[in-house]
């Protein structure tokens, strides 16, 4: 394994020398975390751009980084062709076939050479199996077809549920989402609304935010309820008849009615939410690949999806806490259509505001296109890295220049227009120019080989043949099942509802029993209505309710839990025992003082009806809690961090990876700044040892100090990248000095000079293994998915319990001609 691996940088390919048209041999690494400030991929048709995309893709994976992608034309669902065996037989269900016929070759013999071809690929950019064996261990790779059952169908009902509290919060975003579902929904139904001026928009934005703000869930059905009947009587200052009449509303109502009742619009019901958290990790919080595959859906229909996505990105987004390094990466194949620079489809709004703020949240966005004009203006200004590949015309190379200058002004570097010009001018396949703006100049390279088989666009077809595996393993949510959850249940949660053993003798009376004034009495309001023919009927029981605070100052723990318990009262010895009781499921403020109607009795037993009973009652009750209740925390011993309490084990481990991650950054961060300078320093020694070489040598010519660049392709070169120092420059002043080295050697007519240079190198080669070192020992750090973690128990202090009320609390059934009694606030 080459040790870029472990420091978070990801192999994009290597330099690429523009006069020679000649590939280098320094790798070109890119900073995982540089990924925060996004990323723009342009280039003409064929110019390798989604190649270079799924390459980074596929670090990031290695690099237990989860994406999001959406997939206009089919060609990411390629991710998913990775046969670290490299054998004919695992090409061939996935080959053209029509090249096969074409070399007249049988579909077996040209899958051979197919994986001929790709191992020679790989062996060429120094991979091999071992790391598409890699790539398939680090991630879950799954492809969604909404509206479309062959890859995983998503359902979009949730979609239209109140967004978290996160975005309800914030005004603005608040806005936007409502702006966006409005926008999308009409256009699925061929309107092309105006926010502002259509009434269809202003009255389902209405309703949209009416329910939101109440926290209100809507579905498609029960949106349409609200077109036709909205729960509001005015729209701005006009009344709601008048701006909009019932009999117009009528049409808007049926228009979304028949679009649900369209054939085929099932499968939009069906299938996985759009639950960004599930979709990047798993059950275990393994990191995934989810690529949502659009390009069998119509344009109306893909626009709709894409907004809908993009809301739920956005809402994810404002959930996660802040972080500098690189959490997921959302990914777009085919940018056009989606975030012109002019017109405002639905899908612009959350991509600006993706742009403009998901660097705080660690969410890298990537975008490609093949032509720069189809790109906002304002939203590539805060895109930090550009891949720009060959391009087709004149304009769009003058678009793209104007942009890079732009960048470099409000950064205050310098541009050579004239030698950007050239460069762009001299682009090859698969030659990209990467401006980063967080390195000091911009790159020429060539992509790397792809892990991952390119064969084009997949058919409905084979997508569903690469899922059925998949799908028939139980859906990602269904299997999240909260495992360890961390507070421990009080009590037991009893199947029934206990019974007391007397009632079972005594019959119900109609009538409320007396109970002495000084014994507090509740009613526990019933849920639901009564179902059929049936009676109400109260029973006494004891309520106890308290609130358990647990404090663990080492643990940073403090954290409280109220407990709510109803226990019965019984004939036995000891007549209230709180090990029978069960959760009650309400709060002390829902009790009520009066029943819920006309209902029937049975008998309090005498011990309920003394106030001093619950004095007993409540030691009891603060005993039971503190032999009962726990807090249970999971410990990773290896980052010394605790999972939070409601922390499930998978969303701690999730949370692990990315602390993981930001400290390997810092570490890496730091290894940069203790090798720059030191680098910096022999760089300057070599190149003045060179030049006592040449003034000794004077057979030292300039061809022999062109002698291929071997430096940048180890560790340090590549580490140390563009970003402290110029790998280049000191790349070609060591390689100078070799030749001139050896050349001297040959003829026996070495110098001081030319010992102090084969000193100075023999230090360089030193610091290099030095980084070695210390990157392995990066390397030794756990893996956050799979470390076991221990299970810390934390006690409640006896201080810490504190009781709100035991009373006699009167608890609903409802109970039928039968004599069958079923709880009736649950
Ligand atoms: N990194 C790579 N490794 C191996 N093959 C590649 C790589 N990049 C590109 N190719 C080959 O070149 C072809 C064209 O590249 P690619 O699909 O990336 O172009 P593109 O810029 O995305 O074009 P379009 O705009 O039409 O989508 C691919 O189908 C594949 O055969
Ligand atoms: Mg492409």
Same mark, same amino acid.
């Given at each position: 394994?080459?040790?870029?691996?472990?420091?978070?940088?990801?192999?994009?390919?290597?330099?690429?020398?523009?006069?020679?048209?000649?590939?280098?041999?320094?790798?070109?690494?890119?900073?995982?975390?540089?990924?925060?400030? @996004?990323?723009?991929?342009?280039?003409?048709?064929?110019?390798?751009?989604?190649?270079?995309?799924?390459?980074?893709? !596929?670090?990031?994976?290695?690099?237990?980084?989860?994406?999001?992608?959406?997939? =206009?034309?089919?060609?990411?669902?390629?991710?998913?062709?990775?046969?670290?065996?490299?054998?004919?037989?695992?090409?061939? %269900?996935?080959? *053209?076939?029509?090249?096969?016929?074409?070399?007249?070759?049988?579909?077996?013999?040209?899958?051979?050479?197919?994986?001929?071809?790709?191992?020679?690929?790989?062996?060429?950019?120094?991979?091999?199996?071992?790391?598409?064996?890699?790539?398939?261990?680090?991630?879950?790779?799954?492809?969604?077809? %909404?509206?479309?059952?062959?890859?995983? =169908?998503?359902?979009?009902?949730?979609?239209?549920?109140?967004?978290?509290?996160?975005?309800?919060?914030?005004?603005?975003?608040?806005?936007?989402?409502?702006?966006?579902?409005?926008?999308?929904?009409?256009?699925?139904?061929?309107?092309?609304?105006?926010?502002?001026?259509?009434?269809? @928009?202003?009255?389902?934005?209405?309703?949209?935010? +009416?329910? #939101?703000? @109440?926290?209100?869930?809507?579905?498609?059905?029960?949106?349409?309820?609200?077109?036709?009947?909205?729960?509001?009587?005015?729209?701005?200052?006009?009344?709601?008849?008048?701006?909009?009449?019932?009999?117009?509303?009528?049409?808007?109502?049926?228009?979304? *009615?028949?679009?649900?009742?369209?054939?085929?619009?099932?499968? #939009?019901?069906?299938?996985?939410?759009?639950?960004?958290?599930?979709?990047?990790?798993?059950?275990?919080?393994?990191?995934?690949?989810?690529?949502?595959?659009?390009?069998?859906?119509?344009?109306?229909?893909?626009?709709?999806?894409?907004?809908?996505?993009?809301?739920?990105?956005?809402?994810?987004?404002?959930?996660?806490?802040?972080?500098?390094?690189?959490?997921?990466?959302?990914?777009?194949?085919?940018?056009?259509?989606?975030?012109?620079?002019?017109?405002?489809?639905?899908?612009?709004?959350?991509?600006? $505001?993706?742009?403009?703020?998901? /660097?705080?949240?660690?969410?890298?966005?990537?975008?490609?296109?093949?032509?720069?004009?189809?790109?906002?203006?304002?939203?590539?200004?805060?895109?930090? $890295?550009?891949?720009?590949?060959?391009?087709?015309?004149?304009?769009?190379?003058?678009?793209?220049?104007?942009?890079?200058?732009?960048?470099?002004? $409000?950064?205050?570097?310098?541009?050579?227009?004239?030698?950007?010009?050239?460069?762009?001018?001299?682009?090859? +396949?698969?030659?990209?120019?990467?401006?980063?703006? @967080? !390195?000091?100049?911009?790159?020429?390279?060539?992509? /790397?080989?792809?892990?991952?088989?390119?064969?084009?666009?997949?058919?409905?077809?084979?997508?569903?043949?690469?899922?059925?595996?998949?799908?028939?393993?139980?859906?990602?949510?269904?299997?999240?099942?909260?495992?360890?959850?961390?507070?421990?249940?009080?009590?037991?949660?009893?199947?029934?509802?206990?019974?007391?053993?007397?009632?079972?003798?005594?019959?119900?009376?109609?009538?409320?029993?007396?109970?002495?004034?000084?014994?507090?009495?509740?009613?526990?309001?019933?849920?639901?209505?009564?179902?059929? !023919?049936?009676?109400?009927?109260?029973?006494?029981?004891?309520?106890?309710?308290?609130?358990?605070?647990?404090?663990?100052?080492?643990?940073?723990?403090?954290?409280?839990?109220?407990?709510?318990?109803?226990?019965?009262?019984?004939?036995?010895?000891?007549?209230?025992? &709180?090990?029978?009781?069960?959760?009650?499921?309400?709060?002390?403020?829902?009790?009520?003082?009066?029943?819920?109607?006309?209902?029937?009795?049975?008998?309090?037993?005498?011990?309920?009806?003394?106030?001093?009973?619950?004095?007993?009652?409540?030691?009891?009750?603060?005993?039971?809690?503190?032999?009962?209740?726990?807090?249970?925390?999971?410990?990773?011993?290896?980052?010394?961090?605790?999972?939070?309490?409601?922390?499930?084990?998978?969303?701690?481990?999730?949370?692990?990876?990315?602390?993981?991650?930001?400290?390997?950054?810092?570490?890496?961060?730091?290894?940069?700044?203790?090798?720059?300078?030191?680098?910096?320093?022999?760089?300057?020694?070599?190149?003045?040892?060179?030049?006592?070489?040449?003034?000794?040598?004077?057979?030292?010519?300039?061809?022999?100090?062109?002698?291929?660049?071997?430096?940048?392709?180890?560790?340090?070169?590549?580490?140390?990248?563009?970003?402290?120092?110029?790998?280049?420059?000191?790349?070609?002043?060591?390689?100078?000095?070799?030749?001139?080295?050896?050349?001297?050697?040959?003829?026996?007519?070495?110098?001081?000079?030319? !010992?102090?240079?084969?000193?100075?190198?023999?230090?360089?080669?030193?610091?290099?293994?030095?980084?070695?070192?210390?990157?392995?020992?990066?390397?030794?750090?756990?893996?956050?998915?799979?470390?076991?973690?221990?299970?810390?128990?934390?006690?409640?202090?006896?201080?810490?319990?504190?009781?709100?009320?035991?009373?006699?609390? #009167?608890?609903?059934? &409802?109970?039928?001609?039968?004599?069958?009694?079923?709880?009736? #606030?649950?």
């Amino acid at each position: 394994m080459e040790d870029y691996e472990k420091m978070g940088a990801f192999y994009l390919g290597r330099a690429f020398d523009q006069k020679k048209k000649k590939l280098g041999e320094s790798l070109v690494l890119y900073d995982s975390k540089d990924l925060v400030t @996004h990323a723009v991929c342009v280039g003409m048709t064929g110019s390798g751009k989604t190649g270079l995309c799924i390459g980074l893709l !596929e670090e990031a994976a290695i690099d237990g980084v989860p994406s999001i992608i959406i997939d =206009p034309k089919g060609d990411l669902a390629n991710l998913l062709l990775t046969f670290p065996q490299l054998r004919g037989e695992d090409f061939e %269900p996935w080959i *053209n076939e029509d090249d096969a016929r074409k070399k007249n070759l049988s579909n077996a013999d040209y899958a051979g050479q197919q994986a001929e071809f790709w191992k020679k690929g790989l062996s060429d950019w120094g991979q091999s199996g071992d790391r598409i064996q890699r790539l398939r261990d680090a991630a879950d790779f799954a492809i969604y077809t %909404p509206g479309s059952n062959a890859g995983i =169908p998503v359902s979009i009902l949730k979609s239209f549920a109140a967004p978290d509290q996160a975005v309800l919060d914030d005004a603005e975003l608040l806005r936007d989402r409502i702006n966006t579902t409005t926008t999308s929904l009409l256009g699925l139904l061929g309107i092309q609304a105006d926010p502002i001026q259509s009434r269809e @928009h202003i009255l389902i934005s209405s309703v949209l935010n +009416s329910a #939101w703000t @109440h926290g209100q869930d809507l579905d498609l059905a029960t949106l349409i309820q609200q077109i036709q009947n909205p729960p509001m009587t005015k729209i701005g200052v006009l009344d709601l008849e008048s701006f909009y009449p019932s009999k117009d509303r009528f049409g808007l109502v049926m228009a979304l *009615n028949n679009l649900i009742a369209s054939p085929g619009f099932g499968a #939009w019901m069906e299938g996985e939410a759009l639950d960004i958290g599930q979709m990047l990790h798993g059950a275990t919080g393994k990191p995934r690949v989810s690529i949502f595959s659009i390009a069998h859906l119509g344009d109306a229909e893909r626009m709709f999806f894409v907004s809908l996505l993009l809301n739920q990105v956005l809402g994810w987004m404002r959930t996660q806490s802040g972080t500098t390094s690189l959490r997921a990466i959302l990914y777009m194949d085919e940018i056009f259509g989606y975030f012109p620079p002019v017109a405002n489809p639905p899908s612009k709004l959350p991509l600006l $505001t993706l742009l403009k703020q998901a /660097r705080a949240f660690g969410l890298g966005v990537v975008l490609a296109t093949q032509n720069p004009v189809d790109l906002d203006y304002k939203g590539l200004a805060n895109t930090g $890295t550009w891949f720009i590949g060959r391009l087709q015309t004149e304009r769009d190379k003058q678009r793209v220049i104007e942009g890079l200058e732009g960048a470099a002004a $409000t950064q205050g570097a310098g541009f050579d227009k004239e030698a950007m010009e050239r460069t762009l001018a001299g682009l090859g +396949s698969r030659v990209f120019l990467m401006n980063n703006t @967080h !390195e000091d100049a911009p790159e020429v390279f060539q992509t /790397r080989w792809t892990l991952s088989y390119l064969r084009g666009p997949l058919t409905r077809n084979q997508i569903k043949v690469l899922m059925q595996a998949t799908k028939a393993a139980p859906p990602a949510q269904a299997a999240a099942a909260r495992a360890a959850a961390s507070a421990a249940p009080a009590t037991k949660a009893a199947a029934s509802p206990p019974t007391a053993s007397r009632e079972e003798t005594s019959s119900p009376a109609s009538v409320r029993p007396a109970i002495a004034p000084d014994v507090q009495q509740f009613f526990i309001p019933t849920r639901g209505s009564a179902p059929g !023919e049936t009676a109400l009927l109260y029973r006494p029981m004891v309520l106890g309710a308290g609130r358990v605070n647990f404090v663990d100052t080492k643990l940073g723990v403090d954290q409280s839990v109220e407990v709510c318990c109803l226990t019965p009262i019984t004939d036995e010895a000891v007549p209230v025992s &709180w090990e029978n009781s069960q959760e009650a499921g309400i709060a002390v403020s829902d009790l009520e003082k009066d029943a819920a109607g006309d209902a029937q009795y049975h008998e309090a037993p005498a011990v309920a009806g003394k106030a001093k009973s619950y004095q007993g009652w409540t030691k009891d009750f603060v005993a039971f809690l503190y032999g009962t209740q726990k807090l249970e925390l999971l410990k990773s011993s290896s980052t010394r961090e605790y999972s939070k309490p409601g922390e499930s084990e998978r969303d701690f481990r999730v949370r692990l990876q990315q602390s993981v991650r930001e400290s390997r950054d810092a570490q890496i961060e730091q290894l940069r700044q203790k090798y720059a300078p030191r680098m910096a320093g022999l760089q300057e020694r070599i190149r003045r040892a060179q030049q006592a070489v040449e003034r000794e040598s004077a057979q030292a010519n300039q061809a022999k100090l062109q002698t291929a660049i071997s430096f940048g392709t180890t560790l340090l070169g590549a580490f140390l990248g563009r970003k402290a120092v110029s790998v280049s420059t000191l790349g070609r002043a060591t390689t100078a000095v070799r030749g001139v080295g050896r050349s001297m050697k040959e003829q026996q007519d070495i110098g001081r000079a030319a !010992e102090s240079v084969e000193a100075l190198q023999a230090q360089l080669a030193e610091l290099e293994a030095e980084l070695q070192a210390e990157a392995q020992a990066l390397e030794a750090k756990t893996d956050a998915q799979s470390e076991p973690l221990e299970t810390i128990s934390i006690k409640p202090k006896k201080t810490n319990i504190s009781v709100q009320l035991v009373a006699l609390a #009167w608890t609903p059934f &409802w109970l039928d001609e039968s004599g069958d009694k079923t709880a009736a #606030w649950e």
